[in-house]
């Protein structure tokens, strides 16, 4: 199998004002990464593309185990089992209406028991076990880094997904490698 990857962010505005002698101003801030990741398991490559959806009941959790990742087609059937050593991109969206009550926790692990075994570290976007990120509804969380995530198994593979208040419907991409 071969993988082509590309990590897309893209922040642009426009912004009109006037200065204080009446002069119109427009300006146009621009932020954009435009990435892409050869196939491989080396820096800024990747061998591994995990997509996954579902629905999170309110107050309960998903524990993605990094190193065991059953990779399903749309009907819900296994295809294969997908083992990451190294996380370089993840791409989490909430696809709850905005507006509706609740949200996501990305990270952490400590309602779902897994806090030990959470993916954290300097090379993650979790420095400790007990960090997380909220996506509220119609929200989104991307992370990327060209050296990756290291992913170690039994002490850092697990990355938790909690619904806080309400059920949260969320997809989610991963893209790493493995060795």
């Known amino acids: 199998m071969s993988v082509a990857t590309n990590v897309v962010a893209q922040v642009k ?3 009109a004002y006037s200065l204080p002698g009446g002069e119109p101003v ?36 998903t524990n993605l185990d990094l190193t065991n990742l059953d990779q399903k087609d749309s009907a ?21 209406t905005a507006g509706t009550t609740g949200y996501i926790t990305i990270g952490g692990g400590t309602d779902g028991g897994a806090a ?3 993916w ?34 039994t002490s850092a593979d697990v990355l938790h997904l909690g619904a806080v208040t309400a059920n949260q419907a969320y997809e989610i991409v991963i893209v790493g490698d493995a060795s």
């Open 13 to 15: 505005a426009l912004r």
């Open 26 to 61: 427009r300006e146009r801030p621009e932020v954009s990464v435009d990435l892409s990741l050869a196939d491989g398991t080396t820096t800024s490559t990747a061998d591994e593309v995990y997509v996954f959806a579902e629905t999170i009941t309110a107050a309960a959790h």
């Open 76 to 96: 819900g059937t296994s295809l294969r089992t997908i083992s990451l050593d190294n996380v370089k991109a993840v791409l989490v969206k909430n696809t709850n």
């Open 116 to 118: 030990a075994d959470a």
């Open 120 to 153: 954290a570290g300097v090379t993650t976007p979790f420095a400790a076990d007990s960090d997380i990120v909220n996506v509220p509804p119609g929200g989104l969380f991307q992370w990327y880094s060209p050296v990756g995530g290291t992913v170690t198994n």
